[in-house]
């Protein structure tokens, strides 16, 4: 059984940092895709970051790369997302999600929610003076 959960959200100033993790228990880690996704009230979950967990390779979502990373430990099977030079535009509830189809992972499909198989409960990040 897989279960997601994710940690780490707070309420931090606008150019401040933060660090999310997700927990993947019963997932492999071998080649799986963990995707890191947020969402604001009224609109659609956005993907903001991917790690494939086979090879490590990451890709991010618009407005975020160079400010946001994504990274992995396989042997506690855990997905960071640091993040830094918050804005108050990246307020969100951050869910990580995932997938062990490696397909998935693709460049056309990681930012569809809809091929992804196991969701966290979200947590929220608030970015405001």
């Known amino acids: 059984q897989v279960q997601l959960v994710e940690s780490g959200g707070g309420l931090v100033q606008p150019g401040g940092s933060l660090r999310l993790s997700c927990v993947g228990s019963?997932?492999?880690?071998?080649?799986?895709?963990m995707v890191w996704f947020r969402q604001t009230p009224g609109k659609e979950r956005e993907g903001v970051a991917r790690?494939?967990?086979?090879?490590?390779?990451?890709l991010y979502g618009n407005g975020v790369e160079g400010r946001f990373t994504i990274s992995q430990d396989k042997a506690k099977k855990v997905v960071y997302l640091e993040m830094s030079s918050l804005k108050p535009e990246d307020t969100a509830l951050y869910f990580c999600?995932?997938?062990?189809?490696?397909?998935?992972?693709?460049?056309?499909?990681?930012?569809?929610?809809?091929?992804?198989?196991?969701w966290g409960q979200g947590t929220q990040v608030t970015v405001s003076s």
């Open positions: 999600a995932a997938d062990a189809t490696p397909a998935n992972c693709a460049p056309a499909r990681w930012m569809d929610t809809q091929n992804f198989a196991y």
């Open positions: 019963g997932l492999t880690f071998r080649s799986d895709c």
């Open positions: 790690i494939y967990t086979g090879n490590g390779l990451t």
